[in-house]
């Protein structure tokens, strides 16, 4: 199976399934002298885990990464990378690949079984195999290594929506993201989403959700026009992510139902003599490049395929069945990808900012 990495100078390769031994990452082209500890990497892997709360996967995983090249390790327990392939590695410690063995043929509505099985003539029927959003986990430690490449730049996500509950905007606070279980900037918004996904979750079923990420500090001039795009790239990388249906950047399909007035970021000049904005539709990216204004993007996450309640499908020997799926699953597998989105802004990022630095000489 190919197409494994994504990135031109700041390259990921993620390898791995759901119930092999371990999973992980391989990162290259990280530039060498930049410092890390293990907590660095671990803290955003810590939000991504299952486990936590009632409203996600009862999955048990400490996803513990280890590094396990490409580093110089140092007196104070910390590393410095070498400008070598960094790989790290996460181990799987609670898979229970018996809870599949009734779907090993057959197809789960909503998953990736029947095209894997029509491309590749074999799937991994326990947990999904490489399907599964279990392979996020690499994807999350890759993210931090990102973040190392781009001073300055906070990345940061938040749940925005679950099923036809949305936030108010108006209580945006990013401090409240990390007070509940939702990753939600909005307060008021968690007992509606609590006593919401307890139903959902009782009932055996699941939702989707809609994440927001925003990157603020991005050097305006990162991207490239027609085939290189900054927003292009972020797309592409958000869309790759497990059970995404949707990406939008700036104000993205609302901008079909307003006016170029309303539209256009006007630009003025500021007290310190510099252009500024006096609006974002654009979510940070004109033609493709940087505009130095916070890049937002958001996604849309489908319900988990995985639900209790029994759906028509068909067999590989071409038989019609019903499917009841068994094991532990996320009610709104939405939740756990907050962290998932915010690594893979950082990774386009990063990766852009590399390539901006080769071709201009602009950035340090």
């Given at each position: 199976m190919s197409h494994n990495s994504f990135g031109h100078l700041f390259r990921v390769t993620t390898w791995g399934e759901s119930h092999g031994p371990a999973?992980?990452?391989?990162?290259?082209?990280?530039?060498?002298?930049?410092?890390f500890t293990l907590a660095d990497l671990q803290d955003y892997l810590d939000k991504r885990k299952p486990g936590q709360n009632r409203f996600v996967t009862q999955r048990r995983e400490d996803d513990l990464v280890k590094v396990l090249s490409g580093v110089m390790p140092q007196e104070d327990g910390a590393f410095v990378t070498?400008?070598?392939?960094?790989?790290?590695l996460i181990e799987n410690t609670d898979q229970r690949?018996?809870?599949?063995?009734?779907i090993a043929r057959q197809y789960r509505p909503g998953h990736a079984d029947y095209t894997y099985d029509v491309k590749y003539g074999v799937r991994d029927y326990r947990g999904g195999g490489r399907s599964s959003a279990r392979e996020t986990a690499a994807r999350?430690?890759?993210?931090?290594?990102?973040?190392?490449?781009?001073?300055?730049?906070?990345?940061?996500?938040?749940?925005?929506?679950i099923g036809k509950h949305r936030i108010n905007r108006q209580n945006w606070d990013w401090a409240e993201v990390g007070n509940n279980p939702f990753f939600s900037p909005d307060r008021e918004i968690v007992p509606v989403?609590?006593?919401?996904?307890?139903?959902?979750?009782?009932?055996?079923?699941s939702v989707g959700a809609v994440i927001e990420v925003?990157?603020?500090?991005v050097p305006a001039g990162l991207g490239a026009p027609l085939y290189g795009k900054l927003d292009q790239d972020i797309a592409g990388l958000l869309m790759s992510i497990n059970a995404v249906k949707g990406v939008e950047i700036g104000n993205g399909f609302e901008a079909a139902e307003i006016t170029g007035e309303e539209n256009a970021d006007e630009m003025r000049i500021g007290p310190d003599g510099q252009p500024r904005f006096l609006s974002n539709h654009a979510g940070g990216i004109l033609g493709g490049i940087s505009t130095?204004?916070?890049?937002v993007a958001r996604f849309a996450i489908k319900p988990t395929s995985s639900i209790l309640t029994e759906r028509r499908s068909i067999n590989a020997d071409g038989e019609e069945v019903n499917v009841r799926t068994k094991g532990r699953h996320d009610p709104?597998?939405?939740?756990?990808?907050?962290?998932?989105?915010?690594?893979?802004?950082?990774?386009?990022i990063a990766d852009h900012y590399l390539r901006d630095r080769g071709q201009t000489g602009r950035l340090k």
């Open positions: 999973l992980g990452a391989v990162v290259d082209g990280c530039p060498p002298g930049l410092r070498t400008g070598t392939p960094i790989s790290l690949s018996k809870d599949y063995g009734e999350v430690a890759a993210g931090a290594l990102a973040r190392l490449v781009i001073p300055g730049v906070t990345i940061r996500g938040a749940l925005i929506q989403w609590e006593e919401y996904l307890d139903g959902i979750r009782k009932a055996g079923s925003v990157a603020e500090g130095g204004m916070p890049i709104c597998v939405g939740i756990r990808a907050v962290p998932v989105g915010e690594a893979m802004l950082a990774c386009a």
